[in-house]
């Protein structure tokens, strides 16, 4: 099953602003929008975004932002912080294959 | 507080069973559709499956069709994942959520000779 498409690592300076992408089709984030999530190593992952709109939940800094443009979505983090440093995964339902497809993971790291 | 524990992992031969639970509490188990999500050592997480909330529905990624079962008991609060014919590409931690908002810590397989 194809997976979604996001850049393997992006590293960015202290309290810069790293923008994340993710690119589907339109049969899953055109459509059904993305879920992006944070992994730290060693941990389980934390929802960050759930389909474009619901987030982030309690908990979850407001410097992190989700948006979208056809079918690429963006994760944006702003004033980058050593604890941001982790693995961001997107995913989305994709109604033709009727399962969750994943992105292959973005590596931010904070210079 | 919403907890998931998974349980059941370990160590099995290429070709054996193995049988995964996750034990839900601090919501309304039968409410809500359940994931199971796993990741290869060092790899991406790469999602295996779900269920609906009364166990009549599910779905499966390809590579585990015909070898994985999804099921559910929502009056034992559990989800499980029977894995059959395992491979050795089937060795990761697996990972029950709830709406991808819920994780459980996760359960080690390890499918070696």
């Known amino acids: 099953q194809a997976g979604l498409t996001q850049p393997p690592s992006v590293s960015k300076g202290l309290r810069q602003t790293a923008t994340l992408t993710c690119t589907g089709n339109?049969?899953?984030?055109?459509?059904?929008?993305a879920t992006w999530l944070q992994q730290h190593q060693g941990h389980p992952p934390k929802l960050l975004f759930y389909?474009?709109?619901?987030g982030p939940p309690s908990g979850i800094s407001e410097r992190f932002s989700a948006s979208r443009s056809g079918n690429t979505a963006s994760l944006t983090i702003t004033g980058l912080q050593p604890e941001d440093e982790a693995d961001y995964y997107c995913?989305?339902?994709?109604?033709?294959?009727?399962?969750?497809?994943f992105g292959g993971g973005t590596k931010v790291t904070v210079l | 507080e919403v907890h998931l524990v998974e349980s059941g992992g370990g160590l099995v031969q290429p070709g054996g069973s193995l049988r995964l639970s996750c034990e839900a509490s601090?919501?309304?188990?039968?409410?809500?559709?359940m994931d199971w999500v796993r990741q290869a050592p060092g790899k991406g997480l790469e999602w295996v499956g779900n269920?609906?909330?009364?166990?009549?529905?599910?779905h499966y990624v390809d590579s585990v069709k015909g070898r994985f079962t999804i099921s559910r008991d929502n009056a034992k609060n559990s989800l499980y994942l029977q894995m059959n014919s395992l491979r050795v590409e089937d060795t990761a931690v697996y990972y029950c959520?709830?709406?991808?908002?819920?994780w459980g810590q996760g359960a080690l397989v390890t499918v070696s000779s």
């Open positions: 339109s049969n899953n984030v055109g459509t059904e929008g």
């Open positions: 995913s989305a339902w994709d109604s033709s294959l009727s399962a969750w497809v």
């Open positions: 959520a709830r709406d991808y908002g819920d």
């Open positions: 269920i609906n909330r009364d166990g009549s529905v599910k």
């Open positions: 601090g919501f309304t188990f039968s409410s809500h559709w």
């Open positions: 389909r474009d709109i619901y």
